[in-house]
């Protein structure tokens, strides 16, 4: 009778659990799923997808070169194939349900991933015999960075990372209380994955905890137990470079003027003050105390000699996650993931659970404010989701114009040419990349051009067969961001966009819609 309760109260538990973090991650399906087709949230998404599509069609294959974006040249990408030959698995199991398997594919795949991630949190935090579990899942759960990162219509490397880290230094914490060898290997696959998947997140947090585990104790690091997850460590990043077949991107690390214009209009590229406002969104109030139930469990440990607290690796990792987090904003994903994982152990020494239920209720009030204005968004906000709805259809419709069995490449915005290079099939002269900064930087000068000459050696030297025009104050702005020019007057942008009739003779008028005008390039 007790088996049969403990089982019944886990399947309640995983399906509450399950529920929560799917509602969470589909919780903007209205943006995705829009008129019978998948709309993906950002650039790098769609990227991605042409990726994916490239593996569908020749099964294999690793996409080391990008010829869809930077055209001629193309680039060689920081993307890797995991996620690729991911989304791939699930498009093929989705195919006997749907015609769209590959985009619904990508569209599902990472909230599949958070929820992965949940099941083991769920499964490691019981083995752990965490009292205050629930917390650290509730804030998984609905954390909303955690959400962005792995939410609906997002195939990104991230929730890949997610998945990956979480499971990593969950290990790791596994082994400080308990050596063994599963655990190692469990350990060594995971970190050994996350390099894959990105030669930057996992490398920086490892190399923290190697180097912490030296100085403190060495058979944190070197003993026995864990020499399985170094071999499987070592044999996994062989094999990345075996099938990837070049040299990881440290895109963080750029240097120029050009680089840094564009960084400042990337959103996961900006600093986060320690002052905004945002950091209570994400964690909720329980992050303004941290720091003193860090304090405390460092001083419980030292003077009773425990190891119930936060290890001391941890505490490292969620220090430094903030401060990179400050310095850059894609690292909220996982200083959230290791926040939520340390709150457990954080919040143990207080032994009053009504207490730490009453306090962590309201500690979430503004994570609760967060999601009543995305789940019931007032009237500006609600319009602007249409709009972006709207303009997302008719920018699939101007793609489709473009179709062809030839090679015609096209010059847009840079941040709309991934989502056009998926929907028309054509190599694009800009792309969301760093890698692709020569093609942004000349679709930048082509849109702020007063010299029809320039513009049109532009086209010839990327052998433009068409161009896209825009807002012409969003795509003007943004290039004088990244060029540090000026704003001309009367640039090219501006001329496609409100008189077409102007436009020099090189360029034809070929079709339009509201979110812009099509034209096609001729000699």
Not at 98 to 103: C, G, V
Not at 199 to 228: M, N, S, W
Not at 451 to 474: G, P, S
Request: charged share 15%.
């Amino acid at each position: 009778m007790q088996r049969v309760t403990y089982i019944g109260l886990a399947i309640i538990e995983i399906t509450a659990l399950s529920a929560l973090i799917l509602a969470t991650r589909c919780a903007n399906y209205q943006d995705v799923f829009v008129a019978g087709n998948v709309y993906f949230t950002d650039a790098d998404c769609y990227a991605r997808m042409t990726r994916a599509r490239m593996c569908s069609e020749y099964p294999g294959l690793i996409v080391r070169h990008h010829d869809f974006e930077n055209f001629p040249t193309g680039t060689t990408p920081h993307a890797t194939a995991p996620l690729d030959y991911l989304i791939l698995a699930l498009s093929i199991l989705l195919q006997p349900f749907t015609s769209h398997a590959l985009d619904l594919g990508g569209a599902f795949i990472s909230p599949l991933l958070a929820l992965l991630g949940g099941w083991f949190l769920w499964w490691w935090s019981r083995r752990m015999r965490f009292q205050y579990r629930w917390m650290m899942l509730i804030l998984y759960a609905i954390s909303p960075i955690l959400v962005h990162g792995t939410e609906l219509g997002r195939p990104d490397h991230q929730s890949l990372l997610i998945l990956l880290l979480g499971i990593a230094v969950c290990a790791e914490w596994r082994l400080r209380r308990e050596p063994s060898t599963p655990w190692s290997a469990i350990s060594g696959i995971a970190w050994g994955l996350a390099i894959w998947v990105s030669a930057y997140e996992p490398v920086i947090l490892l190399l923290l905890i190697l180097l912490l585990g030296a100085v403190q104790d060495r058979h944190l690091v070197f003993g026995k137990q864990r020499c399985t997850g170094w071999i499987l460590l070592a044999g996994i990043v062989a094999l990345t470079l075996l099938i990837e077949r070049r040299i990881p991107s440290f895109s963080t690390f750029y240097s120029g003027g050009l680089f840094k214009n564009w960084s400042g209009t990337i959103g996961e590229l900006a600093h986060v003050s320690p002052a905004n406002p945002i950091w209570l969104r994400w964690a909720g109030y329980l992050i303004l105390v941290a720091p003193f139930l860090i304090w405390f469990g460092l001083w419980k440990r030292k003077s009773k000699n425990t190891s119930e607290t936060t290890p001391l690796f941890f505490v490292v990792l969620l220090v430094a996650t903030y401060l990179l987090t400050i310095w850059q904003a894609r690292w909220a994903y996982f200083f959230l993931l290791i926040f939520a994982i340390a709150l457990p152990a954080l919040l143990e020494p207080i032994k009053s659970r009504a207490a730490v239920s009453i306090a962590f209720v309201l500690s979430i009030f503004p994570i609760l404010r967060d999601w009543d204005a995305r789940l019931w968004p007032n009237e500006a906000e609600f319009a602007r989701r249409i709009e972006q709805r709207n303009e997302s259809m008719q920018f699939r419709e101007l793609a489709i114009n473009m179709r062809s069995f030839q090679t015609r490449p096209f010059l847009a915005p840079w941040w709309v040419s991934p989502a056009i290079a998926y929907w028309s099939g054509q190599p694009g002269v800009a792309g969301s990349s760093h890698e692709s900064l020569p093609g942004i930087e000349q679709s930048a000068r082509f849109f702020l051009s007063q010299d029809w000459r320039t513009a049109r050696k532009i086209l010839e030297d990327r052998r433009v067969a068409w161009v896209v025009a825009y807002d012409f104050e969003r795509v003007a702005r943004n290039s004088s961001a990244i060029l540090g020019f000026t704003l001309p007057q009367y640039p090219l942008c501006f001329v496609l966009e409100r008189t077409p009739a102007q436009v020099p003779r090189f360029l034809v008028f070929s079709a339009q819609n509201g979110a812009g005008k099509l034209y096609r390039a001729v000699k």
